[in-house]
């Protein structure tokens, strides 16, 4: 596809159950960012990707929050026993290089997820 | 610490009015700014970013380092203008980013 596409784009979990969301960017761009986006505020940046290694994960809240991306395209973000306050929408955005000298993020429209 | 403040969460003006949405930062140094907006049902995109000093759909925004501010303007609000708009700014390999405001264009 031409652009970055997020699967499933609406989750709708119990607390404590083991969620994944999917990521496929645009073809060919090594970096590759998650964000969560609470309501009224902007995006929270978790974790980078440049390639197939996580390059800066500081943004991870603890550890039940993971992602990987084994062959360096599309990726996965894992949270382990959801709790309600995980609840948000969760962006993926891709980039051709790592340098934000550009600003440019190619954003995916998004998983909202929901824990009840 | 960097920050980025957006100090208005709703902005409403009529149609071929002015309009600013305000944009303040704390950095140190010479920071690069960008302005991303998201349209109803659309995705979150870049609209413009400091250093290319561009006009994009009419918009421009100015650095101002003495007010540490990155102000969004169009001089004629346009119905299509209605988005969410959100200021950003670099840190390493993430962005930092403002609430944002969303802007409503009454007809």
């Known amino acids: 596809g031409a652009g970055v596409s997020q699967t499933p784009s609406n989750k709708v979990t119990e607390k404590g159950k083991y969620v994944e969301l999917r990521c496929d960017p645009i073809?060919?761009?090594?970096?590759l960012y998650w964000y969560r986006q609470s309501l009224g505020q902007g995006p929270e940046f978790l974790i980078y990707f440049q390639g197939t290694g996580a390059a800066d994960d500081s943004g991870l809240p603890n550890d039940r929050f993971f992602a990987v991306r084994p062959e360096g395209s599309v990726s996965t973000l894992k949270i382990q026993r959801t709790e309600r306050g995980d609840s948000a929408v969760y962006l993926c955005a891709s980039s051709p290089s790592s340098a934000l000298g550009t600003g440019e993020l190619f954003f995916g429209e998004g998983s909202r997820l929901t824990v009840l | 610490a960097q920050r980025v403040t957006q100090p208005e969460k709703l902005l409403s003006v009529f149609k071929g009015a002015p309009v600013e949405l305000k944009c303040n930062y704390s950095y140190s140094g010479s920071p690069e700014l960008f302005w991303y907006v998201q349209y109803s049902r659309q995705r979150l995109q870049l609209l413009l970013r400091?250093?290319?000093?561009?006009s994009i759909k009419g918009f421009t925004a100015d650095l101002n380092k003495g007010e540490t501010s990155f102000h969004l303007k169009k001089p004629f609000a346009q119905e299509e203008d209605s988005a969410m708009y959100y200021c950003a700014l670099p840190k390493r390999y993430q962005l930092i980013w403002g609430a944002g405001t969303k802007l409503i264009i009454k007809p």
């Open positions: 073809s060919g761009h090594t970096a």
């Open positions: 400091h250093i290319s000093r561009e």
